[in-house]
């Protein structure tokens, strides 16, 4: 097939212009201009009008299955991204049982290869049961298939644990994705620490709880030499300590959510501290979400990751204190970070390059690139369509979103995975019935 006459964005190979795509077998066969004239027998589809981009990869995903599937399953989940223009997904290990041994790992895969619609790559656990004591079967894991490693929804505390697990990865060539947080200081904590919350009598969870950890963490990776990813940065006193390890050249990435970019503590109490604006780290000051829009743009943060949360409605719809904490976020998370990037002057191509080659990059694999010879994981968007956010039309189980009501700018029109159409919207220009594998 030839999707033709987009405008190709393809932040690896810094492409951006108005040419044709061709897929063939589920890879990239060629780019370039006027393909329909020279293959008239290929199914085609006009893209005038819309920009064709490499699939996103979202490296923080909780797909809850096995064990919650109450909350997401993979077929959920799965569906939700490829709606979302998500192609790879690094699902969390926090599951039950957790992803700490090479069994759970398979049948995540297994399940993802029967019933997934977008790619799934497993995170294993860093450690037994996420407790953070005693490493888990990371060499088994790797075998069967993980891309990653992380105590996600946890901290590791224990920096010697941490250490033991950062040497590890890299002898397996994993990377560690570390959820800052000083339990000691963030205890009973709800919400970030400031005057407002304090008015109300609620705990807070000061960015110093996330920054603290952060500093363990750059400071173990300088010493070892070793790859540490941030997961969640929310805060201005993190950006600036991953700034200054940057500059010493110390191997640490980061990425941010779409809802850090977007949201602060103010809206949260705009809200009347509705629990869908609830999550850990906590929605933090407009200084904060402003510095993390400038490490975006300075290449400090490197990628934009949904950290997609879905809970059941009786997880959320109970008082703020005890809600569940975290976002549906696969849905929204392009429209939503390509709407901070235009607010604040970055172009789609930075935007995009946050959601596709660097994710990718940190979990070492060979995804979010739009070239030939490459896997045809591609998006059709349509960058001027607005639409409102419903989340009864989620396909993810997951139905908590803060940003319910909101008007969005671009829609994914289409979703192809190795080639092969896995979501077509419901107003696409082709008249095809729209569906989701
Ligand atoms: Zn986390």
């Known amino acids: 097939m030839i999707l033709k006459e987009g405008r190709v964005l393809d932040p690896a190979s810094a492409t951006d212009e108005v040419m044709d795509v061709q897929i063939t077998e589920g890879k990239i066969e060629r780019t370039g201009p006027g393909l329909c004239d020279h293959f008239p027998d290929e199914e085609s ?3 005038s009008g819309l920009w064709v981009f490499p699939g996103l990869v979202d490296i923080h995903t909780h797909l809850r299955e096995p064990g919650y599937e109450y909350k997401e399953t993979i077929l959920t989940g799965t569906r939700a991204a490829a709606a979302g223009g998500i192609t790879s ?18 049948f995540i895969r297994e399940k993802a290869e029967k019933e997934g619609i977008v790619e799934v790559f497993p995170v294993g656990a860093a450690t037994q049961g996420l407790k953070g004591e005693q490493l888990a079967e ?3 894991m790797k075998e069967a298939g993980i891309v990653a490693l992380s105590d996600d929804g946890f901290p590791i505390r224990d920096a010697e644990i941490l250490r033991l697990t ?16 000083d339990l000691d200081l963030s205890r009973g904590g709800v919400a970030n620490e400031c005057a407002t919350g304090t008015r109300l009598g609620m705990k807070g969870i000061p960015c110093v709880s996330e920054s603290v950890v952060v500093a363990r963490d750059i400071l173990l990776s300088q010493w070892l030499g070793v790859h540490v990813h941030i997961a969640h940065v929310s805060c201005r006193s993190s950006v600036n300590l991953i700034r200054w390890a940057k500059e010493q050249g110390i191997p640490v990435t980061c990425e941010v959510t779409p809802h850090h970019l977007s949201l602060t503590v103010e809206d949260l109490d705009a809200s009347g501290y509705d629990p869908r604006f609830k999550v850990n ?10 510095a993390l829009i400038l490490a975006l743009k300075e ?3 490197d990628c934009i990751a949904t950290d997609h949360a879905p809970h059941d409605a009786q997880s959320k719809m109970v008082e703020f204190q005890i809600a569940a904490n975290g976002i549906s976020g696969l849905e929204t998370a392009l429209p939503l970070a390509l709407q901070v990037g235009n607010k604040a ?6 935007i995009l390059s946050k959601m596709t080659v660097e994710p990718a990059r940190v979990l070492g694999i060979e995804r979010g690139r739009l070239s030939p010879g490459k896997v045809a994981n591609l998006v059709v968007f349509d960058p001027h369509e607005t639409w409102t956010v419903d989340s009864k039309r989620f396909f993810s189980k997951g139905k908590n979103t803060p ?12 979703t192809l995975v190795k080639g092969e159409m896995v979501f077509l919207d419901e107003n696409n220009p082709w008249g095809i019935p729209p569906f989701c594998l």
Do not use: Q
Not at 99 to 104: G, I, R, S, Y
Not at 345 to 350: A, E, I, K, R, T
Not at 403 to 414: A, P
């Open 299 to 301: 290449g400090v943060i």
């Open 166 to 181: 950062l040497e590890y990865a890299s002898r397996f060539n994993l990377p560690v994705i570390d959820h800052c947080e």
């Open 345 to 350: 002057g970055l172009s789609p191509s930075l």
């Open 45 to 47: 589809f006009d893209c």
């Open 89 to 106: 997904v690094a699902c969390m290990a926090n599951t039950l049982p957790v992803n700490d041994t090479a069994a759970v790992t398979r």
């Open 281 to 290: 780290p906590p929605l933090r000051e407009a200084e904060d979400r402003e």
């Open 138 to 140: 990371i060499g088994f």
């Open 403 to 414: 940003f319910e009501g909101w008007t969005l700018n671009g829609r994914i029109k289409m």
